[in-house]
T-cell receptor
């Protein structure tokens, strides 16, 4: 069973602080690592993604750090805001021929308090 | 564009009843998926389809059936509802590989259908 392990399960951060969510994967064939953001009552939506040929990708306040040798990747949210309060899922996929599935982590519920 | 539309949003079933969750997308995506989401368990893939007439099992297919007669529609059927099927169900779609960044791996999700089986 291919797995993506995500931690922590829940996270409380003060407004303006840094939120960090970590994920680890097992299958070295994975070559696409997205993060999805889900607000209550909504479906998940793609937030940011990275491929293993780079060690970091930044989009605004959101940064993915990727460590290929450790098979780990993490999401950093800088200057966290109450509007960032949501559940975050990491995922991994193999983008080669015949691959159609994302493997998701169990999710992290982030609460940013004023 | 509406994206991915799921109906119903909420449904309560009695044990043994059957029902169909509807999913339609207007983005001309080839790939469609059904996930279930349980608290603290993430998203588990039930079934997926790579095009009209082609479906395959995901991680947790037992108790469910799907069909894909058109590109737009991918209904999920529960034949004999059980309490273990109480969950939130998400339909998703993605384009052919090579388009839009990650291609087939860039999923657009619907808003979900919350099902309770009593």
């Amino acid at each position: 069973q291919q797995q993506v392990k995500q931690s922590p399960q829940s996270l409380i951060v003060q407004k303006g602080g840094i939120s960090i969510i970590n994920c680890a994967y097992e299958n070295t064939a994975f070559d696409y690592f997205p993060w999805y953001q889900q607000f209550p009552g909504k479906g998940p939506a793609l937030l940011i993604a990275i491929r293993p040929d780079v060690s970091e990708k930044k989009e605004g306040r959101f940064t993915i750090s990727f460590n290929k040798s450790a098979k780990q990747f993490s999401l950093h949210i800088m200057d966290s805001q109450p509007g960032d309060s949501a559940t975050y899922f990491c995922a991994a996929a193999y983008s080669g021929a015949g691959s159609y599935q994302l493997t998701f982590g169990k999710g992290t519920k982030l609460s940013v308090i004023p | 564009n509406a994206g991915v539309t799921q109906t119903p949003k909420f449904r309560i079933l009695k044990i043994g009843q059957s029902m169909t969750l509807q999913c339609t997308q207007d983005m001309n995506h080839n790939y469609m998926y059904w996930y279930r989401q349980d608290p603290g368990m993430g998203l588990k893939l039930i079934y997926y389809s790579v095009g009209a007439g082609i479906t395959d099992k995901g991680e947790v297919p037992n108790g469910y059936n799907v069909s894909r007669s058109t590109t737009e529609d991918f209904p999920l059927r529960l034949e004999l509802a059980a309490p273990s099927q109480t969950s939130v169900y998400f339909c998703a779609s993605s384009p052919r590989r090579g388009l839009a960044g990650g291609g087939a791996n860039v999923l657009t999700f619907g808003a979900g259908s919350r099902l309770t089986v009593l």
